[in-house]
Structures are given as structure tokens and as C-alpha cells.
């Protein structure tokens, strides 16, 4: 009995043995066993596929053969002796030469006594990276990436405390510019004059309540709407008109200034102005001018104007008749001496005549009532007609003249009247601002591109001071020279020709330097 159980205890330690044999040999791990003196007495065939070595080249080797010389095995075999387990990183060097960062475990075994007899040594992870890293150079390497870890930290805390105020100066500024949008719409919203903001597709998006009561609309009905549907609304009807023209075009993006007449005792003035932001515009604001006061001034202003001229031309008109009889002895002789005081009343009376025409004129252009008796004529004989006018007086103050003209030219359509005034007008001044000996030449050019005629008058008298030139078609003006020379004018002539030929949509213009000379130059269209 007791020898059969002998061989059963026998037969159980050799299954067991040939168990962990076949474990040992199928371990999924790279492992070998290593003696006390630190040789390695077997390795797996893991170990042998991986680092390339077989049984026969390992075994009998110290283990610190196979790893890099920094890898401090020396410090692993104190510790594996001391504290029974190890775990470490370690550069393995494989059959061929190649360095490998692994991973390993060591668990010393020890006999019945205690007694440490040796140790399991197993690569538990071979890392991807198979360049070697010698702790060393990993310590170095975690060191450096700690410190760049650190100033990313302090970098990120300092950006955060940087967008922290940021946040806190964002605040302030939309603080700042709330308190500056109210401040602006409570101006607007007060504002003495009607203020309406279009945006760029033609929207109104805001109406204070000046404009609210001009037109008596409310806010609500008015805002959000486009132009072609606030033009069906009747108040606004006449604004929305004026600001998109007879075209129904609805962009409102140029400058304009406009008068509109809501009723008899309401006049204003409109004017656009293009909103711009940073160079692009963003929508147009306008402007809603009561000038109905100015208006009623004005106007009382030419009437009376009106009347007091009409009222001074017929006295004027009877002395004239009455000098002139004198003078030609109707009512009696007169002697030489008298006859010459006579004359010079004539002359007298003659000049407030014209001053009184020329009032006159001006009260009908600033009453729209400058009415325009249109016929077909050449303008090269209006022309001519008025040199034959003025040629003797040229010459008694020997004054040469000239005159340029194109051989053939369209006809225009012109009020012939108003066309001559014009150019009395201007051959008055070439002759009165030029002295002895000057020169005066008249031009008349064809422009075929533009279709229009040139008219210019060229004189060397005394020209008028740049500081000067910008009020020259004002009504009243008389330059510094003019009145220094004591000669007779009213300041009227030019104005009345600007408004005569505007009105025949033509323009004036001119150029002058004191004391050399001056050109005055007109163009008409020819059509
Ligand atoms: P006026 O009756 O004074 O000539 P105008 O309206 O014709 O009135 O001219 C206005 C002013 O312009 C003149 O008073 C003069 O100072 C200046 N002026 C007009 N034409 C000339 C010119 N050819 N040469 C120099 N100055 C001129």
C-alpha cells in the first residue's frame, strides 16, 4: 500500500512538472531564469523568437550581458536580493545589435530556508519606440517635458488672467458704447430738425419725433418698411417721392438738398447725407429742415424788392422823357452849359434805370417767374450783332478786339432776350475792367463731342484777387479793384447771367488773375 501510494505522489510530481514545463515553454512573455549569482540558467522561447538569441547563447551568461550598460542591472540584482520583486525599464540588446526599451519584472525565489536562490526575469512590455532611451536620458527627457509642461501651465494661467481682463475691458467698452448709442438716440430722438435713417436696402430703421409730426405718422407704421411701400402710405408720399425721383428708383445713395412744400405754412428742406463706416456706406440719413420762416422773409424780401422798383421805374421813366425834351428843346432853348448838366442827369437817370431793371430781373429769377420765350437762332449773329453794338465804344478807348468764330455751327434754341442780356453783360465789364490800350477778344467754339457752344470773352484788364473769385456770381458783389476804380456797377450782371443760361441748362464759368486779365466763358447746349 505504502509503495503504491509512493508511485502515485510520483507519477502526480512528474504531471506537474511537465505542466509547468509546457507553461514555461508557451508563456505568452519573453522570461528566463536567472541563478543567485545573477546567470541565467533558462529562457522561454518567447524570449528566444523576440530578441533573437536561442537557449544555448543566453544560458550560463550573467544577465547584465544582455542590456545596455546604463540600464544599472547592478542596481536590480541588489534589489531583487533585498526586497523579493523588481520592476524596472531597461535597455535590452538583442542578437542584432538593436537597443530595445523594455519593461521587466524580476520575483526572486527563495528554497524551504529561505534561503534566496535565484529569480524569474520577465519582459512585460516592450515598448514601440524601439530606440534605446537610457534612463538617463528619460530622466532628462521627463525633466524637460515637465518644464515645458510648467511654462505651458504658467503660459495658460497668463492667458486666462489676459482674457480674464479682456473680459472685463469688453465689458466696459460695450458699457461705453451703450451709454454712447443712447446718448446719440436720445439727440436724435430731440433733435430740432426731422431726422429719418434709411439702411442700405432702403429701409427705414428710424424716425424721431420731429419727422413724426412733419409728416403725422407714427413710429410703428413707418419703420421697417421699404421705400416702394412707404410710398403708398399718403403722409410720407411727397418725401418718398422727392427721394427717389421720378424714376421710382428707390436707392437713396447720393447728396442732395431738396425743397418740399407740405402746405402753405410748412416748407422744409431736405437734405440726403450717405451714412459711412470705416469707408463703406452702411445707409443714408435725412435730414428735415423747417425753412418756412426763411422762406416767408425771402419772398416778403423780393416782393418788396418787386414793388419798390416797379413803383421807382415810372418816375424814372417820366424824368427820362422830360430831360430828354429839355434837351431837345421842346419846352424852350436851353444853352450850351445847360444842355451839358442835362446830359449828365440823362446818363444818371439812364444808369438807375438799368438798375432798376436789373432789380428787377433778379426779383423774377428768385420768384421762378423768369419766363423763357424759346426760338430757333444762330448764335454767331446774336453774336455779331452785339460786337457792332459795343465795337465803337472799344475803340474810343482804344481797346483792340478780336473775334474767333467757327465757320459753321448748329442753331441754338434760345430766349434771344435773355441771351443778349447776357452778353451785354459781359461785354459791359470787358469794356468797363479794361483799360486804355487793352485788349478784348471774343471767341465762339463748336464743342462736337458735347454738342454744346462755347461762348468766351478774353479781356487784360484788371482782373479780380483769388480770395475774391468764389463770390464773383453772388448777388451784390463788387470786387476791392472794381471800387477802388470808381466805376459804375450794381453787382448784379453776373448773377442774373449765371441763372440765364443754368436756366438754358447751360453753364458759366471763368478764369481771371488780378491785374493781368480775365476770361468769362459760357457754353449752351445745342440741342
Ligand atoms: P457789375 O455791375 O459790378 O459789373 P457784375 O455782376 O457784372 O456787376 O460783376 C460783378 C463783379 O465782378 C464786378 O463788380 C467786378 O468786380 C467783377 N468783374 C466782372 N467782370 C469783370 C472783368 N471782366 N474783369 C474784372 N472784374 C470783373
Not at 114 to 136: C, M, Q, T, W
Not at 147 to 176: F, G, I, W, Y
Not at 227 to 252: D, F, Q, R, W, Y
Not at 424 to 447: M, P, R, W
Amino acid at each position: 500500500m505504502e509503495d503504491s501510494k509512493e508511485k502515485n505522489s510520483w507519477q502526480e510530481a512528474g504531471a506537474s512538472e511537465g505542466y509547468l514545463y509546457d507553461f514555461w515553454k508557451f508563456l505568452p512573455l519573453p522570461l528566463c531564469y536567472v541563478n543567485s549569482l545573477h546567470f541565467i540558467l533558462d529562457i522561454n522561447e518567447k524570449l528566444e523568437q523576440v530578441f533573437g538569441y536561442t537557449q544555448v547563447e543566453m544560458a550560463g551568461e550573467d544577465i547584465e550581458k544582455f542590456f545596455q550598460e546604463n540600464s544599472s542591472m547592478e542596481e536590480l540584482k541588489k534589489e531583487i536580493v533585498q526586497k523579493g520583486s523588481v520592476k524596472k525599464e531597461a535597455i535590452f540588446l538583442t542578437k542584432d545589435k538593436k537597443e530595445i526599451l523594455v519593461s521587466l519584472s524580476a520575483i526572486a525565489r527563495r528554497d524551504r530556508q529561505n534561503y534566496f536562490n535565484g529569480y524569474f526575469l520577465v519582459i512585460d512590455r516592450i515598448h514601440k519606440n524601439e530606440e534605446a532611451y537610457s534612463p538617463l536620458e528619460l530622466k532628462e527627457q521627463i525633466k524637460e517635458k515637465t518644464k515645458e509642461l510648467e511654462t505651458k501651465l504658467t503660459e495658460l494661467r497668463n492667458s486666462r488672467l489676459a482674457l480674464l481682463n479682456m473680459l472685463e475691458d469688453a465689458e466696459e467698452s460695450k458699457k461705453q458704447v451703450e451709454e454712447e448709442k443712447e446718448r446719440t438716440l436720445s439727440i436724435v430722438a430731440n433733435f430740432v430738425d426731422g431726422l429719418i435713417n434709411f439702411d442700405m436696402e432702403n429701409k427705414m430703421v428710424l424716425i424721431n419725433s420731429e419727422a413724426e409730426k412733419i409728416f403725422s405718422v407714427k413710429n410703428q407704421e413707418v419703420t421697417g418698411k421699404s421705400i416702394a411701400e412707404l410710398a403708398k402710405i399718403p403722409n410720407i408720399k411727397s418725401l418718398i417721392e422727392i427721394l427717389s425721383g421720378p424714376s421710382k428708383h428707390v436707392k437713396i445713395d447720393e447728396i442732395f438738398k431738396k425743397e418740399l412744400k407740405i402746405s402753405e405754412k410748412l416748407i422744409l428742406e431736405v437734405s440726403t447725407i450717405p451714412i459711412v463706416k470705416e469707408g463703406k456706406q452702411t445707409g443714408t440719413l435725412v435730414i428735415l429742415h423747417d425753412v418756412t420762416r426763411g422762406k416767408l422773409i425771402e419772398k416778403m424780401k423780393t416782393e418788396f424788392v418787386s414793388i419798390s422798383a416797379h413803383q421807382l421805374r415810372t418816375p424814372l421813366s417820366a424824368i427820362k422823357w422830360t430831360i430828354k425834351m429839355l434837351i431837345d428843346g421842346d419846352l424852350g432853348e436851353v444853352n450850351k452849359g445847360q444842355e451839358e448838366f442835362l446830359e449828365k442827369i440823362y446818363v444818371s437817370n439812364e444808369r438807375m434805370i438799368a438798375l432798376i431793371n436789373d432789380l428787377l430781373d433778379v426779383t423774377r429769377i428768385e420768384e421762378g417767374r423768369y419766363i423763357y420765350d424759346l426760338t430757333q437762332v444762330s448764335f454767331i449773329d446774336l453774336v455779331q450783332k452785339m460786337i457792332d453794338l459795343y465795337k465803337n465804344e472799344f475803340e474810343k478807348k482804344e481797346i483792340k478786339f478780336g473775334f474767333k468764330k467757327p465757320r459753321a455751327v448748329p442753331k441754338l434754341t434760345v430766349d434771344v432776350e435773355k441771351i443778349n442780356l447776357v452778353l451785354q453783360n459781359l461785354f459791359d465789364n470787358a469794356l468797363k475792367y479794361t483799360k486804355k490800350d487793352g485788349e478784348v477778344s471774343v471767341a465762339i467754339e463748336h464743342d462736337k463731342k458735347k454738342n454744346e457752344m462755347v461762348f468766351s470773352i478774353k479781356d487784360t484788364g484788371i482782373g479780380i484777387a483769388k480770395d475774391q473769385q468764389d463770390r464773383i456770381y453772388t448777388r451784390f458783389f463788387r470786387s476791392g479793384n472794381a471800387l477802388r476804380m470808381e466805376t459804375e456797377g450794381s453787382g448784379l450782371g453776373l448773377y442774373i447771367a449765371k441763372n440765364i443760361i443754368e436756366a438754358h441748362h447751360g453753364k458759366v464759368w471763368f478764369e481771371s488773375e488780378e491785374g493781368k486779365g480775365s476770361t468769362f466763358n459760357f457754353s449752351l447746349p445745342a440741342k
